[in-house]
C-alpha cells in the first residue's frame, strides 16, 4: 500500500482533531465555534477530495472529453457551505445573548455562576 | 493551524482561519470543485470573518487561560484519530476512477444529464433538479438560522428598549465609520457595481459554467456587506431595510415550493419540473432556472440580513455605552 495514497485522508483527520480539539479543550465559546468550523471545513475536503479523479476535468461538460470529477460531492459540499455559515452565524448569536445574560463567555465562569443559586 | 489552538488573542485566530479559508477554496479549485471553491472563497474568507469579527465586538477580545490541563481532551482525542486512521485504511486510493462513490448514481448523472436537462454544468442540474427536495431542504435551514438569528438578537433587544422609553437603534448617532479613509471609500464605490454585475452573471451563468444561486448569493451579500462596513449601516438601511430582506428571503423559499407544488398540481412527482414545457429538455431548464433564482434571493437576503442584524446590536451597543 502507498503511503501517498491515503495520505488525504490523514490530512483531513489531522485537521478534523484539532477542531475536536478545541471544541473539547477550549473554555471560550467563540473559540468552540472556531473549533467547529474547523471540524466543519476538515469534512468539506474529505468530502471533495473523494470526489476527484486523476486526470479527469471539473463536471462542465465538454466535447470530447470523458473523465469528469464526481458532481455528487459537489452539490453536497456547496450547499454544506452556506449552510454551515448560517448555522455558524446563529451559534454566534446565541453566544452574544449568553455574554447578555451572563456577563462572560467562558464555559467554567458560567457554572460557576449556575451552581452559586 | 495550530496556532489556532495555542493563541488566546481571538483576532488573530479569526485572521489566521481566513486564510485556512483562502486555502480551503485554492485547494478545492484543485480539486476540480469550482462551485465549490467560488463558494468558499466568498463565505469562508469574506462572510464568516466578518461575523466572528463581529461577534468578538460584542463579546471580547480575549480568551481566558485555561487553568486545568486538557489531559482528558487530548486522550480523547488520540483515541478517535487512531480510530479513524485505522478506518481509512480501507478506503480507496485517493484518485481512483473506481472507487465505490464514483460507482452507484454519479455515472448516471454524468452521462446522462446532459440529455435530460440540456444543462452543461452537471453540479447545477444535480443541485437543481435531481436533488431538488435536498436543496428545498437546505434552503429552508438557511432561512430558518436567519430567522433564528432574528429572534435571538432582535427580539430580545425591545423589551430593554421599552423600558428605557426609547429606541435606540433610531436615535442613537452612529457616526459613518470610515469617514477618512477616501480611498477606501472611493475604491469600493468603483468595484461594488462591478461586483453586482459578477453576482448577477454567476446567478444566471449557472447553465453553461460554475455558478448558480448558492454562489450568487453569497456574492451578492458580500457586495452589501462592503457597503455596510465603508457607508455605514443607516445609509444601506435606507436603500435595503430589514423588512424587505425579512420579506425576500422568505420569497425565495416561496419561489422554490410553489415551484414544487406547481408540479404536483399538474399530477407529477414533487419538484418534477417536466411539465412547466411541452418539451421535457426545455422544462428543466426552466424549473432550474427559477429553482437557482429562488436558492439567491435567499441566500444573498438571508446572509445580508443576519450581518445587518449583527452590525445592529453594536450600533445599539454603542449607543448606550
Known amino acids: 500500500m502507498n503511503f501517498f495514497e491515503l495520505f488525504n485522508y490523514w490530512v483531513v483527520m489531522l485537521l478534523m482533531m484539532t477542531g475536536l480539539y478545541i471544541l473539547i479543550a477550549h473554555g471560550n465559546f467563540v473559540k468552540k465555534i472556531i473549533g467547529l468550523s474547523i471540524f466543519q471545513t476538515s469534512l468539506y475536503i474529505f468530502y471533495i477530495s473523494m470526489a476527484k479523479v486523476t486526470g479527469a476535468i471539473a463536471p462542465i461538460i465538454q466535447q470530447g472529453v470523458e473523465l469528469y470529477s464526481n458532481p455528487l460531492p459537489h452539490v453536497l459540499i456547496l450547499t454544506a457551505i452556506v449552510v454551515g455559515i448560517s448555522t455558524t452565524a446563529l451559534a454566534l448569536a446565541l453566544v452574544i445573548r449568553i455574554k447578555q445574560a451572563y456577563g462572560t463567555i467562558e464555559e467554567d465562569e458560567i457554572q460557576a455562576m449556575d451552581e452559586e443559586p | 493551524m495550530f496556532a489556532i489552538v495555542r493563541m488566546h488573542d481571538l483576532f488573530a485566530i479569526v485572521m489566521l482561519l481566513s486564510i485556512y479559508g483562502f486555502l480551503c477554496a485554492s485547494f478545492f479549485m484543485v480539486m476540480d470543485a469550482v462551485d465549490v471553491a467560488f463558494t468558499e472563497a466568498a463565505v469562508g474568507i469574506g462572510i464568516s470573518t466578518l461575523l466572528l469579527l463581529s461577534a468578538l465586538t460584542l463579546t471580547g477580545r480575549f480568551e481566558k487561560k485555561q487553568r486545568h490541563k486538557p489531559l482528558l481532551a487530548v486522550f480523547s482525542v488520540a483515541i478517535t484519530a487512531s480510530l479513524l486512521i485505522y478506518g481509512t485504511l480501507q478506503m480507496p486510493p485517493f484518485g481512483s476512477a473506481y472507487a465505490p462513490a464514483h460507482q452507484h448514481i454519479a455515472t448516471h448523472y454524468i452521462t446522462q444529464s446532459l440529455g435530460e436537462t440540456g ?8 443541485l437543481a433538479s435531481y436533488r431538488g427536495y435536498d436543496t428545498l431542504g437546505e434552503l429552508i435551514v438557511i432561512f430558518t438560522a436567519g430567522m433564528g438569528v432574528l429572534v435571538l438578537l432582535r427580539g430580545a433587544t425591545s423589551p430593554a428598549k421599552d423600558s428605557e422609553g426609547k429606541s435606540k ?35 444566471f451563468h449557472a447553465d453553461f459554467g460554475p455558478g448558480g444561486g448558492f454562489q450568487a448569493g453569497v456574492i451578492f451579500a458580500s457586495v452589501i456587506i462592503l457597503y455596510v462596513m465603508i457607508f455605514g449601516l443607516r445609509a444601506t438601511q435606507k436603500t435595503i431595510s430589514l ?36 418539451d421535457p429538455v426545455q422544462a428543466q431548464h426552466l424549473g432550474i432556472f427559477v429553482v437557482e433564482i429562488g436558492v439567491g434571493i435567499t441566500v444573498a437576503a438571508t446572509i445580508i440580513l443576519i450581518f445587518m442584524t449583527f452590525t445592529g446590536r453594536m450600533a445599539d451597543r454603542g449607543g448606550q455605552q
Open chain 2, 119 to 126: 444543462i452543461i454544468n452537471i453540479v447545477t442540474s444535480v
Open chain 2, 169 to 203: 437603534r433610531v436615535t442613537s448617532k452612529q457616526p459613518v465609520p470610515m469617514k477618512q479613509h477616501a480611498i477606501l471609500r472611493i475604491v469600493s464605490k468603483m468595484l461594488i457595481p462591478l461586483i453586482l454585475l459578477f453576482a448577477l452573471y454567476v446567478q
Open chain 2, 243 to 278: 423588512a424587505w430582506l425579512e420579506f425576500l428571503s422568505a420569497l425565495g423559499v416561496l419561489i422554490f415550493g410553489s415551484v414544487g407544488l406547481l408540479s404536483l398540481l399538474f399530477g407529477e412527482n414533487f419538484l418534477d419540473y417536466n411539465m412547466l414545457s411541452s
